[in-house]
């Protein structure tokens, strides 16, 4: 286990919301070059997500539960808030039913849940 476990959490929370925003952003824009970029963010922070969710702890074993939870709790929240951000800015068409199901989603592809 990491000496920084709690700073790469965090990071891994951080890009983690990056991935979900902008898959979701993505999904609400008709502009097929804004598309290609949010899906293009969505990949680089998807990388460094996995990168810290590998120094955490091996994906073999799942993380502890207490953490799971905390991380999934952070991501949605911090998903939510930089949403309404973004609608504040004058952002259309953003979906937040679909925030828990991007969520389950990423966290599964990082092997966290």
Do not use: W
């Amino acid at each position: 286990m990491s000496q920084n476990r709690k700073k790469l959490i965090r990071v891994c929370i951080g890009n983690s919301t990056t991935v979900v925003v902008h898959r979701i952003l993505g999904d609400s824009t008709e502009d097929t070059g804004l598309k290609k970029y949010y899906q293009k963010e969505a990949i680089n922070a998807l990388r460094i997500a996995e990168t810290c969710r590998e120094k955490i702890n091996p994906k073999a074993e799942p993380l502890s539960e207490k953490d799971a939870s905390i991380v999934h709790n952070k991501i949605i929240a911090n998903v939510t808030n930089e949403l309404k951000a973004r609608i504040a800015r004058g952002y259309e068409n953003i979906r937040f039913e679909e925030i828990e199901i991007y969520v389950a989603e990423l966290l599964k592809e990082l092997q966290i849940l």
